[in-house]
């Protein structure tokens, strides 16, 4: 959740560190800080608020050395504040974490009964003073780290230097993201490949349990056993651009508008217009695919919305039973598992804490096969499934995921149609899906047409409280991220109904100054919606309906009509997305709040 940046240079290493935590700000950006070895001495700086501050600092109390470590933190323990922020030092140590050490509160205790005054509020402080006890003993700092990890329970990743090994660095992973960087005779570490972007380009993706020996002269990485191991060095090339805001305003914007392209990209190789290879999910999924008799799919937040809209599909489409369960309920309920199930995770990051341990007992617990649909070609994720399906949805800042949710939709609905295809789809419907598919990029490019039309509502919105989000079917799972994304940016209450249910209670809520938001595309339940929507009206509510123009959908009092293009049925959960993301672009924009780093809220979620 927390980002991590060090290294081990020739150079002064502190604009490198300081550069890496611009770019993992999205992990999290309530407090940062930096240390650096310099002439056998530590030094530290640290302050509450995002990276721009310490920024700040650092010009006017430089700090430089060839050793250092960096941090960008999103709270867990204790709240946001200077004390609480990494680095954390226990005299000549200094130590950044990101995740959470479970049993924190007995070895807080036993710091203390061995002399040393927690100066925090966190977990990460009880190690760097286990470190540091062990030093006094006479050890070095990888053996001394290694007896600490080894009292640690939890997920987390660390990055340790010391003033008495001037020049090494030691990291750890177990369970949180750490990659190492290889340089020149310099050498990195780093919570994503995109902290060291430009700097190096050759990385490391240390496993669970491995620690990094980390030095001038190159790496050393042992498993969680003791021995040596060696990790594949892979190449990772990073465009400029897709780090840059570009001419947009907010990262945000610029993933709205880079939509089209990244489905283009997705369906890239995977999808012709005669066939949809099943190839696309892997080498095995053709043989796997053909036994599956039923699907479970477990994730979080936004994905767990592409999840159920899936649902709708792959039940109608292939016919096939289909569960969706939140990561954090699914890992900690017993389970009672069908014959032939494929276990599907979805994931942006592909190291969203949940969701891997999900995924850990799915393997234990002898499904079919795991199903991985994710962004990230090197994360976790991807490399413990059976099987994966990547987005190609390229780079994602903005924490409010848009790009990375669409290209999530399209690969469950190349999914459905390889399904549906071997449980007898007619050639007929087979067909129109792939030429619907193939029309979506267009499709994508005409529906943000109607952000000049959401741009000149949103005040409206703007001075709102609450706000409802109906729909049916596949649009119910739509309204539900379209409420998601208003109350992350904008924060305001906003919550989501199927539209059956609104006599079943909301409709208590609904007066003239409650805005009702109704996704509407034309499909066999356009009718049925209809009526909910003159239930609204009949109460005074505010309607404002997302709606093909072919459907005659009129405004008049109280109805504001946003005109979509005329699209088929099955790819309108992602069309309709669109105007989801820009009304809670826009509104957020007019209230000024941090649209890119929302408060309380962080990119990737590698904590429970």
């Not at 640690?152 to 001037?166: C, D, F, K, S």
């Not at 891997?356 to 991807?382: D, F, H, P, R, W």
Request: glycine residues 8%; charged residues 20%; hydrophobic residues 45%.
């Amino acid at each position: 959740m927390c980002g991590i940046v060090g290294g081990v240079s020739q150079r002064n290493i502190t604009p490198i560190l300081l550069e890496g935590l611009r770019r993992l700000e999205y992990r999290g950006y309530d407090s940062a800080g930096l240390a650096v070895v310099e002439n056998g001495h530590l030094h530290r700086i640290r302050t509450e608020g995002k990276v721009s501050q310490l920024a700040s600092l650092l010009l006017h109390e430089p700090l430089i050395g060839n050793t250092g470590i960096a941090h960008t933190r999103w709270a867990t323990h204790g709240k946001p504040s200077e004390s609480n922020a990494h680095p954390h030092v226990s005299e000549d140590v200094a130590l950044v974490h990101n995740g959470i050490i479970e049993n924190f509160l007995p070895l807080r205790a036993k710091i203390i009964t061995l002399g040393y005054q927690p100066q925090s509020d966190t977990d990460s402080e009880t190690a760097v003073h286990l470190i540091h006890q062990q030093l006094s003993q006479g050890t070095d700092l990888l053996k001394a780290v290694t007896q600490v990890v080894s009292e640690l329970n939890g997920a987390y990743a660390l990055a340790i230097v010391t003033a008495r090994e001037p020049h090494r660095l030691i990291g750890v992973r177990c369970g949180c993201p750490l990659v190492v960087g290889l340089g020149e005779g310099e050498y990195f570490v780093a919570s994503d490949v995109m902290a060291l972007n430009g700097v190096v380009n050759q990385f490391i993706f240390l496993e669970d349990g491995d620690i990094a020996d980390i030095g001038l002269d190159g790496v050393t990485i042992y498993a969680v056993d003791g021995t040596k191991v060696e990790r594949p060095i892979r190449m990772v090339e990073l465009a400029t651009e897709a780090i840059s805001r570009g001419h947009y305003r907010h990262f945000m914007l610029k993933e709205i508008y880079e939509q089209p392209q990244a489905i283009n990209a997705t369906l890239e190789g995977r999808l012709s217009s005669q066939s949809i290879y099943a190839e696309a999910f892997g080498e095995k999924a053709p043989s796997i695919f053909e036994r599956v008799q039923n699907i479970q799919i477990v994730a979080c937040g936004t994905s767990y919305h592409a999840g159920l809209v899936a649902r709708y599909w792959l039940e109608e489409w292939a016919q096939i039973p289909c569960q969706v369960e939140v990561a954090s309920e699914f890992r900690y309920r017993k389970k009672a598992l069908n014959s032939n199930t494929l276990f599907i995770v979805i994931s942006q990051s592909g190291e969203t804490a949940d969701t891997l341990a999900a995924l850990n007992q799915a393997k234990e617990l002898g499904y079919l096969a795991t199903l991985a649909i994710c962004n990230v070609a090197e994360s976790t994720m991807v490399r413990m499934a059976d099987l994966v399906f990547m987005t190609r949805a390229g780079i994602e800042v903005g924490v409010a995921s848009t790009k990375a949710f669409t290209t999530q939709l399209l690969g469950l609905l190349l999914l459905t149609l390889v399904l549906a295809r071997q449980r007898g789809l007619s050639a007929d419907q087979d067909q129109a899906f792939i030429q619907a598919i193939l029309q979506l990029p267009k499709m994508l490019l005409e529906t943000l047409k109607i952000e000049p039309a959401i741009k000149a509502f949103a005040p409206q919105l703007a001075d709102k409280e609450h706000a409802l989000f109906l729909g049916r079917g596949a649009s119910y799972p739509i309204a539900m991220e379209g409420a998601l994304k208003l109350k992350e940016i904008s924060y305001i209450h906003a919550e989501s109904y199927a539209a059956g249910e609104l006599k079943h209670g909301p409709l208590a809520l609904v007066d003239k100054e409650m805005p009702v938001f109704a996704i509407a595309p034309s499909d066999q339940l356009f009718e049925k919606l209809a009526s909910n929507l003159h239930e609204v009206r009949a109460r005074g509510g505010q309607l404002y309906v997302f709606a093909e123009m072919e459907n005659h959908l009129e405004a008049g009092e109280g109805i504001l009509v946003f005109h979509l293009p005329k699209v088929h049925p099955i790819i309108a959960p992602i069309v309709y997305t669109i105007p989801m993301q820009l009304l809670a672009y826009h509104v957020a924009v007019i209230k000024g709040t941090d649209v890119d780093q929302p408060r309380n809220l962080a990119k990737s979620v590698t904590v429970e």
